[in-house]
């Protein structure tokens, strides 16, 4: 069974920096993509960011040009830093993996999430 370790949330003042690292375990035969979300009470789920396996990045508009996403494909580690953080970043952050267990056996992972506080 693969599972996700997220670390790196916490409270930061407006306008400093945090970075968010998830890292995989179990057996992984291919790992596609890998992302991060952020959710809010009473709001829906939102990507933040996403880097595919071949290095590929998607970014939510509210946050280009401020965070960035990398992974480490050995290490199958993907990160987010952020930086010049707002108040309407605060939210839960969730690592999500698409990931193949089997040639044929394809699976949606999410970590347990971290929060994250932007306040002064």
């Known amino acids: 069974q693969v599972q996700l370790a997220e670390s790196g949330g916490g409270t930061v003042q407006p306008g400093g920096s945090l970075r968010l690292s998830c890292a995989t375990s179990?057996?992984?035969?291919?790992?596609?993509?890998m992302g991060w979300y952020r959710q809010v009470p009473g709001k829906q789920r939102e990507l933040v960011a996403r880097?595919?396996?071949?290095?590929?990045?998607d970014y939510a508009d509210s946050v280009k040009g401020r965070f960035t996403i990398s992974r480490d494909n050995a290490m199958n580690t993907v990160y987010l830093q952020m930086n010049s953080l707002k108040p309407e970043d605060t939210a839960v952050y969730y690592c999500?993996?698409?990931?193949?267990?089997?040639?044929?056996?394809?699976?949606?992972?999410w970590g347990q999430g971290t929060l994250v506080t932007v306040s002064a």
């Open positions: 999500h993996a698409a990931v193949y267990t089997t040639p044929f056996s394809h699976d949606e992972v």
């Open positions: 179990g057996s992984i035969y291919a790992n596609v993509a």
């Open positions: 880097v595919n396996r071949g290095g590929g990045t």
